[in-house]
């Protein structure tokens, strides 16, 4: 199985999806190290990622995705997944299991102000939530809850 996380930047995914990796001692992959240099150039500079952009970001963690389950391991991926389509290229297989840390502009506000040595612009913050497509096909858990609260309701979600 592999879990991913999805949802804006600073909806905590990296830090749950690492919580809940240590504790199902699964791998766990984070997708902000999936972009190349130049979208990280842009992203520091305020710039958002077009589709363009994300396409071969995408296609890098579909497989890692594939990969884990052809060798049977499960895995943890933090990766926002903003749209339908970025998904639908995620979805290599019903193993493969969403889950969407939802959260409102202004906690993303706050929390991207307060983050240190991110390389995203928090000016950024308002594209995100312009890309965003709520998920219909991930469990919705409340970013607000601690990391804690919702590794266990993931895992009671989930069954892991």
Request: hydrophobic share 40%; proline share 4%.
């Amino acid at each position: 199985m592999v879990i991913v996380l999805i949802g804006v930047a600073a909806s905590g995914k990296t830090t749950v999806g690492k919580h809940l990796a240590q504790e199902l001692r699964w791998e766990f992959f984070d997708g902000d190290d999936f972009h190349s240099p130049e979208g990280v150039e842009k992203m520091k500079h305020g710039v958002p990622l077009t589709d363009a952009d994300r396409e071969p970001w995408l296609r890098a963690i579909r497989e890692t995705i594939r990969s884990n389950l052809d060798q049977s391991k499960n895995a943890v991926i933090a990766c926002s997944a903003l749209k339908r389509s970025y998904r639908q290229i995620l979805q290599v297989s019903p193993q493969v299991v969403f889950v969407y840390l939802k959260a409102d502009i202004e906690l993303i506000r706050h929390r991207s102000r307060s983050r240190r040595g991110h390389f995203m612009d928090p000016a950024l913050v308002q594209s995100q939530f312009d890309t965003l497509e709520e998920p219909q096909e991930a469990l919705e858990i409340d970013a607000r809850l601690s990391p804690g609260e919702i590794v266990q309701l993931i895992r009671s979600q989930v069954s892991v």
